[in-house]
């Protein structure tokens, strides 16, 4: 796994009377150290063994793993929207032999089948959103098993939601422990209830060069910074005189730069490629589904073996991801390019300075500078 560019580190994570390694990718919730709130759920987990349980938002597996290596006759899924959360569960599962997991893409409940657990667990994400928060109990309880468990923690912020939500939807609920930052709750199993449609993750309304973007709670990358520099910058160096046929923008988002090509080169076949759920689902809803190809996948080498080319790339360098897998990428791009294409790649200066230049220097990659603005640079890679 050192050799994986996506590699960050190893835990040793000791709990629950068992030992495991588990690897560790960028670029997803609680690298630096497993979570104090994952480990406050793992000392208080319900009293009886479960034959069948569901970690919601598994991350790399540091609260389903332990458990499902404690309880090695039970079946577990780990479920995330971040499809690289789940691959690297599924590596961590497969690195410490356990053999009763599954680990599974989804969009909260949206892509699972129905059945029932005996325990549903979730380490609440701080961002989401009250009605996430509100279809995640109702869901959750509905699935339980009689006698079953629904134990979220949370932060200590997000407790007087939780037991708002609990009086207002009148579903039992007990506060388990609490911790210097987190709050345990525990929900018992109960009925779904005929509900209105809600938009679970709906945050507001932006606009971009006169497109209207729908935007969701708790999706990375969309400070007001990238919306009010880095973004333009991007938009400024588009070519202006060619018509690209073949588009691809990786790490779309919501659809921002999707919607934006499509105004511009209607006739374009675009491929908006992202590995969250959530971010594919509302680029799905900001532009017409039968104009641009959606790619949920996890790397761009996926790209490579599906032997895809394009006229323009079009994407950002993750500051989270790392600068391995910023160069991996940069030469997943350069093989994915027509021979006449070219990628414009948006990127931090502070990156640019530490990674590209001296990349540039070491490895002559086909690299230029393009435009620098307000702390950010377009990088032109063309053959």
């Known amino acids: 796994m050192k050799n994986n560019p996506w590699y960050k580190t190893t835990f040793i994570l000791q709990a629950l009377d068992v030992k495991l390694d588990l690897d560790v990718p960028h670029d997803v919730f609680s690298t630096m150290r497993i979570d104090e709130g994952t480990f406050l759920l793992l000392e208080n987990l319900p009293a009886s063994p479960p034959h069948s349980v569901l970690d919601m938002g598994c991350g790399y597996g540091a609260l389903g793993l332990p458990i499902a290596a404690k309880y090695p006759n039970a079946q577990f899924e780990l479920v995330d929207r971040d499809l690289l959360a789940v691959d690297w569960s599924k590596k961590n599962a497969e690195k410490n032999k356990l053999t009763n997991v599954q680990a599974i893409g989804s969009l909260g409940f949206r892509d699972l089948p129905e059945k029932k657990y005996d325990w549903v667990l979730c380490n609440v994400p701080a961002r989401i959103g009250t009605p996430f928060i509100k279809n995640l109990i109702e869901e959750s309880c509905a699935r339980l098993t009689t006698g079953g468990d629904f134990r979220i923690v949370v932060i200590r912020d997000l407790a007087p939601v939780i ?5 207002e939807m009148a579903y039992a609920c007990l506060e388990i422990a609490r911790g210097p930052r987190h709050v345990i709750f525990s929900f018992p ?12 993750y709906y945050r507001d309304t932006i606009p971009l060069q006169g497109i209207e973007l729908d935007r969701p709670h708790d999706l990375g990358g969309d400070d007001p910074k990238r919306l ?42 675009i491929t908006a490629m992202d590995r969250d759920l959530l971010a594919t689902t509302f680029t799905r809803r900001n532009v017409p589904r039968d104009s641009v190809e959606i790619l949920e996948a996890t790397y761009l080498q996926q790209l490579l073996e599906q032997g895809e080319k394009f006229d323009l790339i079009l994407g950002e360098l993750s500051p989270s991801a790392g600068e391995k897998v910023a160069l991996a990428e ?16 948006l990127a931090m200066d502070k990156l640019v300075k530490d990674w590209i230049k001296p990349a540039i220097e070491k490895t002559k990659l086909p690299i230029q500078i393009n435009l620098s603005r307000e702390g950010y640079s377009v990088l032109r890679i063309g053959k």
């Not at 037991?163 to 009086?167: F, G, H, M, P, V």
């Not at 060619?242 to 659809?255: M, S, T, V």
């Not at 940069?330 to 790649?345: D, F, H, N, R, S």
């Open 228 to 269: 009010a520099h880095g973004l333009p910058l991007l938009m400024d160096t588009l070519p202006r005189q060619n018509k690209p046929e073949r588009i691809l923008i990786f790490r779309a988002g919501y659809g921002a730069m999707v919607a934006v090509c499509l105004a511009r080169w209607p006739e374009a076949h």
């Open 189 to 200: 199993p109960h009925l779904r209830e005929e509900k209105d449609e809600v938009d679970l």
């Open 163 to 167: 037991e708002t939500l609990s009086k």
């Open 330 to 345: 940069i030469e997943v791009i350069t093989q994915c390019l027509k021979p006449k294409g070219q990628a414009l790649i």
